[in-house]
């Protein structure tokens, strides 16, 4: 799908506000109601739009330590990968499990817990029993520097 200026304004529009009105959306955006309507739901169907979501305080709800974690693997195979995968996609904690390179590592999560000890208990409960896991790195989050879930997405 070829994204034009005012496509690219409704996305930055509901990227800070996913609840605005279409009206409000409409006006922000120079455009009658019905065809910011039609636009909108044409960037949903093209799957540019995937969902809305609400941005919750992980602190407000007791979730006050977060991690990076790197994960080493002993073997490098699809199997291995796929189950490694499957695990950690159950373990609600996990906000983001990537695949990377240039590490020792072959996976880094990021995930959020109540404290050192529900940490802990993750940790030597659950990611490090998943078959195939032989290191395991820690870092912890001190301050969000930047923290957006907004992408970039002018011209």
């Known amino acids: ?72 693997m002993d073997l490098h195979t699809p199997e291995r990968f796929a189950n490694f995968e499957a695990s950690v996609r159950l373990l609600p904690e996990v906000l983001e499990c990537l695949l990377i390179t240039g590490q020792q590592a072959d996976y880094q999560l990021k995930l959020v817990v109540r404290d050192m000890d529900h940490f802990q208990s993750l940790l030597l409960g659950k990611l490090t029993r998943i078959q195939g896991v032989t290191g395991v790195h820690s870092s912890f989050v001190l301050q969000h520097v930047v ?5 970039p997405v002018g011209g």
């Open 147 to 151: 923290n957006r879930t907004a992408l």
């Open 1 to 72: 799908m070829e994204l034009d200026r005012i496509d690219r304004q409704i996305l930055q529009v509901l990227q800070e506000d996913g609840r605005i009105a279409n009206q409000e959306l409409a006006d922000r955006v120079g455009l009658s109601p019905s065809p910011c309507l039609r636009r909108v739901r044409a960037l949903e169907e093209a799957g540019v739009i995937a969902g809305y979501r609400a941005l919750l305080d992980a602190k407000k709800l007791g979730l006050s330590l977060m991690a990076l974690v790197h994960i080493s």
